[in-house]
């Protein structure tokens, strides 16, 4: 794992920044944030060898951040933890991906794991390994970020991403595609609170940790 912040680390898999997924330690906690697609299982159990696992957390019940999820939580007799809004997707009682029957059809045959029950129904204000969740719907009715306000290390999720697939990993700031976002204007005006917390490093689900907030910042001023 590559370290990000103290008690941060990023996974280390064979794309870098395709589908990150976050190790914390804090509070007697040691917790996975986002498990990638079941194909990094083996990258994801080699690299938490040794390591106080005490839990996995969703920031959203989308195929790419679940994948690993069960298998961890398996693995290591530890909850599984997401916001209380996304809880029904992840334990499949409810789709993971509810835009569009065809990135329904994709997500589940190429990236999901097998759903797991939640244990943790997180909700604004709860904490996790130092880290306090903030609800920042829009991606997903329940999508959150995981934010450190002593160092402003922000686990953000897909409410914004740091790449472009199509211009190859190009470090910048742009909303998650329309395709997969539940509610597009919702998820703006989380960027914009997500603005408002006054991050200092940005861990994003898809692309490199950003730590240049003047970035960010003009994204946001350019929001319509």
């Known amino acids: 794992m590559r370290v990000v912040a103290p008690g941060v680390w990023q996974f280390r898999f064979l794309w870098p920044g395709a589908f990150n997924a976050y190790f914390i330690e804090g509070d007697g906690e040691g ?8 194909w990094s299982w083996p990258l994801m159990k080699k690299q938490l060898e040794g390591r106080q696992v005490t839990g996995v957390v969703l920031t959203h019940a989308h195929p790419d951040h ?4 069960a298998k961890i939580c398996e693995r290591w007799q530890v909850p599984l933890g997401c ?8 334990e499949g009682k409810a789709p993971l991906v509810r835009q569009s029957a065809a990135w329904e059809l994709i997500g589940n045959v190429f990236w999901a794991g097998r759903r797991s029950a939640v244990s943790r129904r997180l909700v604004e204000g709860d904490r996790v ?10 991606h997903t009715q329940g999508h959150m970020a995981l934010v450190r306000e002593n160092d402003g290390v922000a686990i953000v999720g897909d409410v914004i991403n740091t790449n472009d697939y199509l211009a190859g990993m190009v ?10 976002s539940a509610d597009p204007a919702r998820n703006r005006e989380s960027i914009r609170r997500l603005w408002q917390l006054k991050p200092r490093v940005i861990c994003a689900g898809h692309g490199r940790v950003l730590r240049d907030m003047g970035r960010l910042g003009r994204f946001v001023s350019r929001l319509a």
């Open 83 to 90: 916001h209380e809004l996304d809880a029904d997707s992840a």
């Open 171 to 180: 470090p910048l700031v742009r909303e998650s595609p329309r395709t997969f």
């Open 31 to 38: 917790v996975v944030v986002d498990a990638s697609t079941r």
């Open 129 to 138: 390994a130092g880290f306090t969740v903030y609800h920042l719907p829009g």
């Open 66 to 69: 679940q994948g690993c999820a």
